[in-house]
């Protein structure tokens, strides 16, 4: 049974640090690209990090440049996204999703999501 599951997520304060983890279970993780998405309340699904099955090229959202950082232990299925410096913008539900074919910036694309995980950055 392929199933993602996220975790990590909770409630930080402006310009802390969190870090969500995607445990992958019924299929190798690293024979696909491994990308979160967010979420915000009225807000389109918004892709914000990548990293490549095949070589393991990271790609990010120009809004999460130099904060986060998105990477991947093979050994342990699981990916991960290390997000610092938060901001109240970056609130929202995070979602890591699978896909057979590489990173691509259409949510419709991936073939496996996680159930999502609440990063709520307030004072």
């Known amino acids: 049974q392929v199933q993602l599951v996220e975790s990590g997520g909770g409630l930080v304060q402006p310009g802390g640090s969190l870090r969500l983890s995607c445990a992958a279970s019924?299929?190798?993780?690293?024979?696909?690209?491994i990308a979160w998405f967010r979420q915000a309340p009225g807000k389109e699904r918004e892709g914000v990090s990548c990293i490549s099955p095949s070589d393991g090229s990271t790609y990010y959202t120009d809004s999460v440049k130099g904060r986060f950082t998105i990477s991947r232990d093979l050994a342990k299925n699981t990916a991960y996204l290390q997000m610092n410096s938060l901001n109240p913008e970056d609130t929202a539900v995070y979602y890591c999703?699978?896909?057979?074919?590489?990173?691509?910036?259409?949510?419709?694309?991936?073939?496996?999501w996680g159930q999502g995980t609440q990063v709520t950055v307030s004072s």
């Open positions: 019924g299929f190798t993780l690293g024979y696909y690209a």
């Open positions: 999703a699978a896909d057979a074919g590489g990173c691509l910036p259409n949510a419709r694309e991936y073939d496996y």
